[in-house]
Structure formats: C-alpha cells, structure tokens
C-alpha cells in the first residue's frame, strides 16, 4: 500500500528559523548571528536568570512535587498573578470579576486561543487588523484559528523610523465595528517603533469611535523599559477605558523561559457575568488542541510571581537585561556615527525592546549575509540581543558597507 | 452533582448592568459586553465526578474517576527514575532555549524507536515523519489537521475538504472534539459489545467493510479507553486485513503502551502487525501514563510514508500546522525521558517501575472479581479481569452508578467507567461489597 501522503508538498521553511538553520552552518569565525529574538548575554551566550534557576532547584528538591495534569485553564496560581502582573493588582476589571485568565502555550499559544475564542463564539468573519509590520507568524496564526486573514493597519514611518501615527488613526477609522485590533503592549516586534502616551492616547480614541475590540500582544512586559509598570502602561490604559479586549502575555523573555512555552490569555469583558461562560469555551478550545498546558514553567512562573523575594529579583534581572539591550543600542549608533555610516541613526536608540528595523534593503541585508557573514531577516530588523562589545564595530562597519554599495532597491 | 451546578447558577451575582440601572426609562441602557453572548460550554463528566468526591466527607469515599495512575495507598506516583532525571537535569543547569517546530530531535528518534522497534527498517530508511506533540492529544491534533489539508481521494474525483474520521464506539470523550476542531467528519464503527462487556468483533468487521473505501480509521493500539477491551492477535490480524481490503487508512492512538501488559514490545504489536502488513500507519503516541509524565504534555507523532523525501514532506507541513498553534513544544518534560532512555541504569529501573504499575492494576483487577464472587456474586464479572489498562468498562447502569455514589460514596463516570487506578488493596473489599450490593 503507499502512503496516502504521497502528493504532499513540501512546505516552505520558516523565514526566521531557517536563518538560524543558515547561521549554524556557515563556518565562518566571524559570524554574528542578529536573527532569532533570545537574550544573549555579553559573551553571546544563552541566560537563564538565576531566579529562576533557584526556583525550579527548590522544585527538584521537593519530594511532594509530581507531574499530575494541570487543568485545561492551567494553574489558578499562575493564571491569577499573571493577570495581576499585566492588568496591575488594583485593576477596576479584576475588582469587579471581568477578567477570565487562562494559561497558555507562550504568546503563540496565548493569540490562538483568543483568536479562535473570537472565531467560534463571536464571529467566524470577524475582520482582524495587524500592524503592516508585525511579527510575521500573527499572519499564520490568525486563519489558522479561523478567521479570515488579516487585513492591515499602517504603522512605521520609514523614514523616521517611529510611529505614523496619522495613517495609523486613518486607517482604523475604516474599520468595521467590532473588528479586532491587533496591537503590541511594548516593544514592537520586528520595528522597536512604540506609540508615545500621547500617541496611544489617540489610538485608545479611534479604537472607542470605531468600537473596536483590542488584543494586546505582550511579550516584553519588563524586559523593554526595565520596568514592569511602564510596559503595560498601554494595556492598562486601555483596561481603564472599559472595552471588551483581550491580552496575551508571554514570559519566554522577560523570564526567559522560551522553552518552556509559559503564557497567558486574559479575555476582559466590558460588563461582568459573562466570565464562567468564557472560560467553559476556552477550556474546550484548549481541550481539543491538546488537553491541559504543561506544568513545569507555570509553576516556576508562578513561584516567583506569588514571592515577594523572588519577585524582586525577577525585577532586578529584568532591570539587567533591559539595560544590556539599551547598551547595544547606544553603542551601535556611536559606532555608525565614527564610521560615518550614511543616514540618521537616532533610530537605534529611540526604538526600543529587543528589535531594531535599521532600514536596510533586503539586498543589502543580503550583501551583509554574504560578504560578512552577518545574519538579520530580510526586512532589515536586527535582534540587539545578537549584539557584544566584541561584534558591535564589525557589524557597523558592515552596515556602512552595504549602505554605501548597494543601491536601495526593494 | 446536577443540584449543586444550578445552586451556583441561581446563586450567581445579576450582571452589573441591571443593578446600576436606577430605571430603563430614564437612562440609556449600558451597553453589554461583546462576550455576553457566549454559550455556557457543556460540563465536564469526569469533572463533576472530582468536585463531588471532594466535597464528600465519607471517609470510606473511594474515586474510580481519576485519570492518572495512583499507588497502592491512593498517591500520584512519580517513578523513581524520573525524579533522578530531574536531579540530574537541573545539576547540568541546561539553557531553555527554543526547541525547533519539531521538538527535540533526539526525544523523537528514541519515541518512534519504542513505537516502532529498535530495528524497524522504516525508521532506518528515513520513512518515518515524526514530530514531537503536546502529549497524545497534541498528536491526534496535528494528524487530525494534516488529515483534513492533504488526504488525497482515493481515486480519481475531488478529495474530501472534510474527511471521515471512524472513531470506536465508544472511544475516549475528547476524540472527537479533537477532530471536529481539525476539520474532519467523525464517525463510528461498531466495537464494544454491552452484552457480553468485550468486542463485538463481527459488529466491528462489518461497520468496517460498510464504511466508505479509504476512510480514516482511529484504532487503539492496547487498553482501549474507555472499555479496556482490546482485539486479540488474531482478531487485529483480521483486522489489518480487512483495513487493507478497504484501502482504510489505519491511524493508532498509543497512550498506554508499556502500562498495559508492562511489556513495552508487547503492548506494540499491534502497531507493529499493522507495520509489518504494510500498512502505512499514523501513530499518536503519549508518555502521560507510562512514564508519569502527564502534566508535562510529552507526546509524539509519526506518519509512516514512502520515502525519506515523502517523510521530509509531511515532516514540512506538520511544521506548519504547529507554528501557529503554538510555535514550539515545551522542553521540560521530552528532557526527563530522554535522561532516563539515555542512561541504561535509568532505562533499567523505568521498565521495572512501570511494569510495577501496570502489575499493580492487574492485581486489584483480579482483587475485585475474587471478592465479588466470594461475595456470591450472580453476575459475570469476567470482563474485570479480561479488560486491559486502567479502565474497566463494568455494565454497571446509570441509576446503580448513582446508588454507589449516594449510598457508598463510590465514584465512577455515569457510563460504568472505574478507573482501576483509584483501586487499592485497602479499599478493593469495600468497593467489591458497595458493587455486589448495588447489583444484586
């Protein structure tokens, strides 16, 4: 018998990871890797913060610990102090019983879930707006939970390197009532781009006009500013405003815990009662994709979220690493200004989070690849965590090779 | 159960919006959430069973709803050779970085070699497409979707968008949730025969031979959930046989293999038959019982093809059904199993463990029929011991169900399910007397 697989297509490999496919196999000793978005210490080395670390020591140790299954909703502990975490412990929707949390597979898993919560028991053609840069498996996710692709919102001004941030009201002023507005709480993914308060302030405005239902994407709550408030700033306002929304949080950065796939869904509803019904369908999403969450990261999340101790020394590492980010950025700019790189760099410094769109070309990034062996995607995002002491020249001077050879195509 | 569920209805807090009101007539109604609209999903039976086993205060109370292996005294049990993997694992101080799309390259290979055989010549070859999964349920998902988007019609005519799925009747709850959500059409095929509590093997052959050439066929591959009755060798020769005829495309879910018999090659051999017949079988896989891992989400999933470039294929677009469902499998739990199949100490002490386990449920099988018929039991209890696995598919009726709740703070699932695993050797003769009097 032959396999009834035999006329499946090969699919096209993952942009971002056959780079890193790409990067491991190219011998070349001068090789810098500015592609995947994972924390890279100053000797380029992967981190796993010591608190967490200590907790999961403390969880090996503990002769009560077992493996049961979680429930579908995942751990109360952890859902309950991640919503604190995003919402802020005195959030007026967590007093008043509008907020329904669930654990998820990360960020990925987190916009799955809510995006097929929508499709399924809002509306299967709910319209979904994304920034027209965004992080590119939003695209994938979004019909894959069955609703129809994504339409888009105008977000970068290219040649400021910030937000346009009348195009962007323009554009959501057409959106139907009730679309799903796709927005990053920090740290915009690839761009670094964030709104000013004023700016989100604005977008909160068309976003009321409109009736327009939020979904925050947060995967760098702490890890952009330093500051865990400041970073949900933007979701919090939002909260304030009273809209039916939804959050997803993830904690592979901010705690490091990529592997892990440590996240949150939190569906806020406008008006309570609803909550109970939203969770029985939630669970049975969740159950049919694969049953309950894994529980090793929930509980080493969730020990440090519920420890007053610990808690600060998450805080203390997120402080750490945000200013090794912010470090790289200073430095790159410095660089590019000695070595007289063409254009204005302020960009580099003024984005923020662990991505920066430099405004390279995809044949220069191209060109960069090839000539000295330094990896970004093709839309000219590099990750400043790829970036040491050590590479920080090299790579300027790569870019001011390239900008200076290849003519801007694209 | 049912009363306490419409207390908590009726005892719920009326929505904001009406105690805000001061009178409709004078003042806009608030508007109300988008969400309000959203339809109480149905209860969970096994649930249900949970919430009023806690809340009984019967210190004779006894759980038969539990889904995971308890020991002889009613705890969860972490195998020894896992809780030293962990000691080990966490002493390395191992990154946590990102596992590919597809898992971990090395859990996989080591999974489909348990499945398959140490030599099976399929896996040599490459043949085998193979992905790590959120536990069992992750695997069904990913076939269940690869299945909607490529299984290609049979002959010549357009292929169905929505292809049929042949559950047994019954099979596990979620299964069919699972497969809606892919996309697919379920349906069934006779298995169970509630006379005599075993297979209706002719019932099952001939709804297999009625069904449409080339449908999807789910079979469990040992410890059928939720009957705990499984084909004979014979009878799964036949069956691989008729499959063949037909041209059914065979899909085995392997949640228990090793905990069944404790025999990890025995449990497989129906897989392997199919294998050795030709068939081109998917595979599920979950490490929840054997290992005792549930909570970790630790599955596989594999597609026997044609070729290594067929393999290579499937494997591309398994990658793209996960991506956006959860981008990468969690790496916690693949790390301990590849601890202990990677040290022959470990590997040792797991297959003796887990052979404890399933010796264990065997026992209290044999426990319970021998008190029910020193009791003097009328009825026939051999399906108790016929039956393979963790669950034990009784005959008890809904109203007796109800009677061990209410009278012996006995607890099962309404359709006679007991999970052995909440049987212990202190408790067997209180549940063989709470039975025999509720079936007299």
Redesign the interface.
């Known amino acids: ?11 096209p ?2 942009a971002i ?1 056959g780079l890193t496919a790409q990067f491991r196999a190219d011998p070349d000793p001068r090789k810098v890797n500015l592609g995947v978005g ?1 924390f890279r210490t100053s000797s380029n080395k ?1 981190y ?1 913060l010591p608190v ?2 200590r907790v ?2 403390q969880l ?1 140790d503990d002769p009560s ?6 429930p579908q909703d995942g751990l109360q502990s952890f859902c309950d102090a991640s919503a604190r975490l995003i919402l802020g412990a005195d959030s007026p929707a967590l007093a ?1 019983g ?1 907020v329904t949390t669930v654990q998820a ?2 960020g ?2 987190a916009l ?1 879930v809510g995006f097929a919560f929508v499709a399924n ?2 509306s299967s053609s709910t319209a979904v707006y994304v920034p027209k840069q965004t992080w590119s ?1 939003h695209r ?2 979004i019909p ?2 069955g609703l129809p692709r994504a339409l888009e919102y105008r977000y970068l001004d290219p040649s400021t390197g910030a937000v346009d941030i009348a195009a962007l009201v323009e554009d959501l002023d057409k959106a139907p009532a ?1 679309s799903i507005v796709l927005l990053h709480g920090c740290a915009h993914n690839p761009t670094g781009a964030d709104p000013t308060q004023a700016q989100w302030l604005q977008i909160l405005d068309v976003v009321k006009r409109r009736k327009l ?1 939020p979904f925050f994407d947060n995967a760098y709550q702490g890890f952009a500013s330093g500051s865990l408030e400041t970073d949900a700033w933007s979701v919090r306002t939002f909260v304030a405003a009273g809209l ?1 929304m939804l959050v997803a949080q993830s904690y ?1 950065k901010n705690m ?6 440590v996240g949150a869904l939190s ?1 806020v ?6 909550e ?3 969770r ?2 939630l ?3 969740i ?11 929930a509980m080493v999340a969730a020990a440090i979220l519920g420890d007053e101790k610990l808690f600060a020394e998450w805080e203390g590492e997120l402080v750490k690493m945000s200013a090794r980010i912010m470090d790289m950025r200073v430095k790159l700019k410095a660089a590019l200004e000695k070595n007289a790189t063409p254009g204005n760099w302020d960009r580099i410094t003024s984005q923020i989070g662990m991505f920066s769109y430099t405004g390279l070309t995809s044949q220069q990034v191209t060109f960069m690849r090839e000539k000295y062996h330094v990896y970004m995607t093709a839309n000219g995002r590099i990750s400043m965590a790829g970036l040491t002491d050590d590479t920080v020249q090299y790579v300027a001077d790569a870019m001011k090779d390239a900008v200076e050879s290849v003519v801007k195509q694209d | 159960m049912f009363r306490q569920t419409l207390f908590r209805h009726l005892s ?6 009406l105690s805000t009101q001061p009178s409709a007539a004078f003042a806009p109604a ?7 609209g ?5 209860e ?1 039976a096994i649930l249900g069973v949970t919430v009023a086993f806690n809340a009984d205060p019967n210190p004779n109370k006894i759980n038969l709803g539990v ?2 292996y308890r020991d002889d005294v009613g705890l ?1 049990f ?1 195998l020894s050779p ?1 809780r030293e993997a ?2 080990r ?2 002493h390395a ?9 597809a898992g971990s390259r090395t859990f996989v290979d080591k999974a489909i070699r348990l499945a398959y055989g140490e030599h099976n010549h399929h896996v040599k070859t490459g043949q085998v ?1 193979s992905m790590q999964t ?2 069992g ?2 695997a069904c ?1 990913m076939a269940g979707v ?1 299945i909607q988007r ?3 019609a049979l002959d010549d005519g357009p292929r169905d968008e929505s292809p049929l799925v042949l559950l047994p009747n019954p099979s596990w709850a ?1 299964h069919a ?2 497969f ?2 892919s996309g697919c059409t379920v349906g069934q095929y006779k298995y169970y025969d509630p006379a005599t509590k075993s297979l209706d093997f002719e019932g099952c052959v001939s709804s297999l031979e009625d069904a449409p050439d ?1 449908s999807v066929v789910l079979l469990h591959a040992c410890a059928h959930n939720p009957t705990g009755v499984d084909p004979t060798p014979e009878q799964w020769a036949k069956l691989s046989a008729v499959l ?1 005829e037909k ?1 059914h ?1 065979p899909f085995f879910d392997m949640a228990y293999q090793g905990f069944t018999s404790g025999d990890m090659e025995v449990d497989a051999a129906s897989v392997r038959r199919f294998v050795d017949d ?3 079988i998917v595979l599920a896989q979950s490490f ?1 019982k054997n290992f ?6 630790v599955g596989c999933l594999s ?4 070729s290594q470039e ?1 393999a ?3 494997d ?2 398994l ?3 996960a ?11 693949v790390r301990i199993v590849e601890e202990v199949l990677s040290d022959p100490e470990l590997e040792r002490q797991w297959r003796m463990e887990m052979k404890g386990m399933a010796e264990r449920i065997i026992s209290m099988r044999t426990m319970l029929k021998g008190y029910l018929e020193e009791l003097g039991s009328v009825q026939n209890w051999d399906h108790i011991t016929n039956q393979n696995g963790m669950f034990c598919f009784s005959g008890i009726s809904k109203e007796q169900v109800a009677k061990l709740r209410d009278e012996h703070s006995v607890y099962l699932t309404e359709n006679g399910r007991i999970s052995m695993a909440g049987v212990t050797s202190q408790n067997v003769g209180y549940l063989a007397n709470a039975v025999h009097k509720v079936t007299m």
Not at chain 1, 2 to 10: A, H
Not at chain 1, 65 to 70: F, I, K, N, Q
Not at chain 1, 269 to 274: D, F, K, R
Not at chain 2, 93 to 101: A, G, I, K, S, T
């Open positions: 018998m032959s396999s009834i697989f035999s006329s499946v297509p090969t699919a490999p993952d990871l994972a992967p796993v967490v670390r999961e020591q090996a610990a077992t493996h049961e299954y979680l008043d509008r597979l990360s990925t898993g799955r028991f809002i498996n994938n996710v894959a939970a009730g239902v039916d592979a490091g815990m990529y592997g892990e796939r569906v509803a406008s008006t309570a009662g609803a109970d019904a939203v029985s369908q669970k049975a999403t159950r049919a994709m694969y049953s309950s969450p894994p529980k090793h990261g | 719920r807090p009326l929505p904001r919006l608030a508007p109300t959430s988008r969400f309000a959203v339809p109480q999903g149905p969970d889904g995971a969860p972490v896992v962990e000691r694992i966490v101080q191992h990154h946590m970085e990102y596992l590919p799309v497409a959120l536990s349920t992750g998902r690869l490529f299984l290609p979620n949730a699972i809606r959500d080339g063949k041209r495309q030709g068939h081109r929840s005792g891992l549930y909570g970790q989400r597609v026997l093809t044609d067929e290579l294929a499937v591309s677009q990658k793209i059904i991506r956006p469902m959860y981008s990468n499998p969690p790496i916690a739990g």
